[in-house]
């Protein structure tokens, strides 16, 4: 497992663990290999030998993001390194401890799908528009002003905590609409949906759909022609759409009259840096593994996939998925590229068939999903369109499977479009 991190010597503290040098140990006055620092004068010593050095992660404190180093060349910048065991001790002890120290509350829904969903709409808008004119100034002007989200990025986390269904069938709806949904807000509602249930404090939240929003925002580096390409990309090419992680860690570290820390959350930018780093070690662009993932980078891997999936596919003439289909495939990659656990936690998140899913009934009925149940999650309330014989219901008609005879259920989930059902139209 790689657990060493490549940082300068200004990004040393106490309490890192170094297990290797820019030279060998050999050419300098220590008699042993590997120094826990323990005070500052240990850190001047260093820095009078080297210019950056290998900390072991699980050892000791992990070094801030900042810090990472530069190679020789245009390509320079590393990802930000996953927290430090030491500091989150749930991530080294694992998953149990993990998710303990991290629920913090336990939210039930304030209100219904129904009632919330106008207001889930006009928080998303806000969260767009906003967007779009903090992308709109990088093309232009080259600054990216993450401040500038904060307001409706609490909007959207607050419709989420209320009623997570609301919103998270609002970018289901817009999937449909290639004018007004960008992948980035559907990352970022998914993150938040996340991040609620498991039980984060609501500023977790916010950072974790603030991430989910910035996750690609490098690829406006990209030239537009390798972002449009309809076929697969040549090994030069995704050599080039991979760098688009070290130009967002680039922009997103870029000064604007403010630190870093006043304008972004540090597990934000760990984050953007590691949401395509896997479990496995095959992920880019350190090639980490496991608990060296920070848990925000762990969490919007699964989400950023399962967006990916349940969307028109870049590079590939594959159809979107259906979401039932895509949580069949995370499942499978359970335990492989992702940790299962999280998985897990996902798909209780999502649900099977999520809110928005067209779904036949076992008794020949189609419907959408609109809303879960949080126990019954397989027993979902549907808006039935379509009787037994798939002819259109004069008069749309709610059905909770999860008060019916256990004899009705969800035969399968269905493609979006099945039977030429325009979902904008049955909602909008």
């Not at 657990?3 to 300068?8: A, F, N, Q, R």
């Not at 990472?68 to 320079?76: H, S, Y």
């Not at 953007?272 to 060296?292: C, F, I, K, W």
């Not at 590939?316 to 289909?325: A, G, I, K, Q, V």
Request: overall charge negative; some cysteine; proline content about 6%.
């Amino acid at each position: 497992m790689k657990t060493e991190v490549k940082t300068s010597i200004d990004g040393l503290e106490i309490g890192m663990y170094v297990t290797r040098l820019d030279k060998p140990w050999l050419k300098t006055a220590y008699e042993l290999e590997g120094v826990k620092i323990t005070s500052q004068q240990d850190i001047e010593r260093l820095r009078k030998y080297c210019n950056y050095v290998y900390v072991d992660v699980e050892q000791g404190y992990s070094p801030d993001p900042r810090f990472w180093v530069v190679r020789e060349g245009p390509k320079a910048y590393r990802p930000p390194p996953p927290p430090a065991a030491a500091r989150t001790a749930a991530i080294a002890e694992g998953p149990a401890s993990e998710y303990t120290a991290l629920r913090k509350t336990h939210y039930q829904d304030a209100t219904s799908v129904e009632a919330e969903y106008f207001v889930a709409e006009q928080a998303h808008d806000r969260l767009q528009k906003d967007f779009h004119e903090v992308m709109e100034r990088v093309r232009k002007h080259n600054e990216l002003e993450v401040e500038v989200l904060s307001e409706s990025i609490a909007g959207v986390v607050e419709s989420v905590i209320r009623c997570p269904g609301a919103m998270t069938l609002v970018i289901r709806l817009r999937q449909f609409d290639d004018g007004t949904y960008t992948r980035a807000l559907g990352t970022s509602v998914w993150c938040a949906t996340f991040g609620r249930h498991l039980g984060l404090e609501k500023s977790a939240i916010e950072s974790l759909a603030l991430g989910g929003l910035l996750l690609d925002v490098g690829k406006s580096a990209v030239p537009v022609e390798l972002l449009r390409k309809s076929g697969p990309l040549t090994e030069v090419e995704q050599r080039r759409l991979r760098e688009h992680v070290d130009q967002s860690v680039r922009m997103l570290s870029g000064s604007s009259g403010l630190t870093l820390e006043e304008r972004l959350p540090i597990e934000v930018l760990q984050m953007v840096a590691t949401h395509h780093e896997r479990a496995d070690g095959s992920g880019y662009p350190q090639g980490l593994e496991n608990a060296a993932i920070p848990i925000f980078g762990r969490i919007a891997g699964i989400v950023d996939s399962f967006d990916a999936m349940t969307n028109p596919r870049l590079y590939s003439n594959e159809e979107p998925m259906p979401p039932h289909e895509a949580i069949a495939e995370l499942y499978e990659l359970r335990g492989s590229l992702f940790q299962a656990e999280l998985v897990e936690q996902f798909i209780q998140t999502v649900g099977l068939y999520p809110t928005g899913s067209l779904v036949e009934l076992s008794t020949g009925e189609v419907g959408a999903v609109i809303s879960i149940n949080g126990l019954r999650r397989l027993r979902p309330t549907v808006m039935l369109l379509l009787d037994g014989d798939k002819e259109p219901l004069e008069q749309f008609r709610l059905v909770d499977l999860s008060r019916m005879d256990e004899s009705v259920s969800v035969r399968r989930g269905l493609p979006r479009g099945a039977y030429g059902i325009d979902m904008r139209e049955v909602f909008l």
